[in-house]
């Protein structure tokens, strides 16, 4: 069978295919607890079909359990045939259907699964073929860099609980974890878990509660009061649909802004498909599409000292063509894109409800340099207001130039990208390697010599009992010294009271 060709297909791995590395006690395991074999169904969600790395994880689980059958579904690859050929979408449920268990298999993109899947899991709920998945046990397995893979894990398991799945768990990989023998071990063990929990009928219990009922579309009560935007360059970008409770929040938000806003629907950008993830973006920050997205950023997203997205939740997020959008703007590769921008959304559903979402739009606005100057939603009474004080907090913050310290994801992040830049990625990611180094942002500690001196000095001292005693007894005083002395000596606050 042409794999390349096919929309899925079945597997049956025999013990003299590849050679993989497998200890004999794990080779008994999943028979001896399941007792028969088990097809599971492998929804993948990389549109690179056959050449995904993900893909390379699942073909070490098909050779390690050769008693079970593997039909792996290429959700990713071949969305748009799953979307308008009928016999493709036949096929795929009854795939699922016949499954006993379903692994979700996908890199993770910008936080989250592809914008390919995500598409395809908006056509589960669209076409009310929830049925096809219920009961089945499930599990997710995922690549990445491990930056934000929690939440495209909780993304998965908050779907898999609406669709009445069962879900087991998931497995975190490293892109080169494979390489790993230990590595290898455990994702045995994962699987194998996931067998038992299916020949078991083990039951699971709902973790992420059922969404509330959508709330009647958001109507303006009173008549938006006009913002001074003080020459900042304010722009709006949505995917409303006529008439609805967002397109309102947009046209009361624009109002705020008055004549200095721009208002664009992503659609305009053109954008003839999802990242491809073939990283030929690497090398120059230049994207294979040949398509109207580079334009509508730099027209829109680049000169923009205030960015508003608004979008409304489809399912667990917002739409898979604001998911889209987010994936092709990695063409700018780990660089902060919204680098000194004030950054807010609107956001038509339940947010309140979907701790995910918020932590994803948090994220965005951090690691891309900018400052989150406020989510507006519309479950309050108080949206009118809401949208009145985003418009003039926005431009105040503008004005002064605030950008909030950065807190756990970001500065995590960017210790992640740095250390998997400098580790190996830069040798492709050339334009990322020469922003991080023209912008300091290689910032290992082994490079603060003077901080070494200092720390290699103290921990000589503490060798001597007496300075170690007095330093347990004083610790607190030391803690607070250099601080003390920023206060007596900031010229910050030198100026603040010379001004007053």
Not at 267 to 286: I, Q, S, V, W
Not at 314 to 338: C, T
Not at 385 to 393: D, I, P, S, Y
Request: positive net charge; charged residues 25%; aromatic residues 10%.
């Amino acid at each position: 069978m042409n794999r390349q060709k096919t929309l899925f297909h079945n597997r049956r791995i025999t013990p003299s295919s590849r050679k993989v590395y497998l200890p004999a006690c794990f080779r008994s395991v999943h028979k001896t607890r399941t007792g028969k074999t088990m097809r599971i169904s492998v929804i993948s969600g990389s549109p690179k079909g056959e050449k995904s790395v993900t893909l390379q994880y699942v073909r070490f689980l098909e050779e390690a359990f050769p008693d079970h059958t593997f039909t792996v579904i290429h959700a990713g690859r071949d969305i748009r045939a799953i979307e308008h050929q009928e016999e493709a979408w036949n096929g795929l449920l009854a795939a699922v259907k016949d499954c006993d268990g379903v692994l979700w298999a996908t890199p993770v993109y910008v936080m989250l699964v592809p914008a390919q899947l995500k598409r395809f899991i908006e056509l589960v709920g669209e076409r009310d073929v929830e049925g096809a998945f219920s009961g089945k046990y499930a599990a997710c397995l995922t690549t990445s860099i491990r930056f934000f893979d929690h939440t495209a894990h909780a993304y998965l398991h908050g779907i898999c609980d609406d669709l009445g799945m069962r879900y087991v768990g998931f497995c975190s990989a490293h892109l080169e974890d494979l390489r790993n023998e230990a590595f290898q071990e455990q994702l045995i063990l994962f699987f194998t878990d996931f067998l038992e929990a299916i020949a078991e009928r083990r039951p699971i219990q709902r973790v992420f509660p059922p969404l509330p009922a959508p709330s009647s579309p958001y109507a303006p009560v009173t008549p938006p009061a006009a913002v001074d935007t003080r020459g900042r360059r304010v722009v709006i970008l949505h995917d409303t649909e006529p008439g609805s409770g967002l397109a309102a929040m947009v046209g009361g938000l624009a109002a705020c802004y008055g004549d200095s806003v721009r208002v664009a629907h992503i659609r305009d950008a053109a954008m003839k498909g999802g990242c491809l993830g073939c990283c030929r973006c690497a090398f120059e920050n230049t994207c294979v599409y040949d398509d109207g997205f580079l334009a509508f950023w730099e027209e829109y997203v680049a000169p923009a000292d205030i960015l508003v997205m608004a979008g409304t939740v489809r399912d667990r997020f917002l739409s898979a063509a604001w998911k889209q959008f987010f994936d092709r703007s990695f063409s700018n590769g780990h660089v902060p894109a919204f680098a000194g921008k004030q950054i807010a959304y609107l956001v038509e559903g339940p947010l309140g409800h979907l701790a995910t979402l918020r932590e994803v739009l948090d994220g965005l606005a951090a690691m891309e340099g900018a400052n989150l100057a406020g989510i507006v939603t519309s479950e309050s009474g108080e949206t009118d207001a809401a949208l009145h004080t985003l418009a003039e907090r926005s431009v105040r913050l503008a004005d002064r130039g605030y950008i909030a310290p950065p807190t756990f994801p970001a500065v995590a992040g960017h210790k992640i990208f740095r250390d998997e830049i400098w580790g190996g990625m830069r040798a492709i990611f050339k334009a990322d390697d020469r922003y991080y180094r023209q912008h300091g942002l290689y910032d290992f500690p082994t490079r603060d010599y003077r901080q070494r001196i200092v720390t290699r000095a103290t921990s000589l001292a503490m060798s001597i009992p007496a300075v170690r005693r007095d330093v347990v007894k004083n610790m607190p005083d030391y803690m607070i010294q250099p601080l003390e002395k920023a206060i007596e000596s900031s010229r910050v606050l030198a100026k603040r009271k010379a001004e007053r």
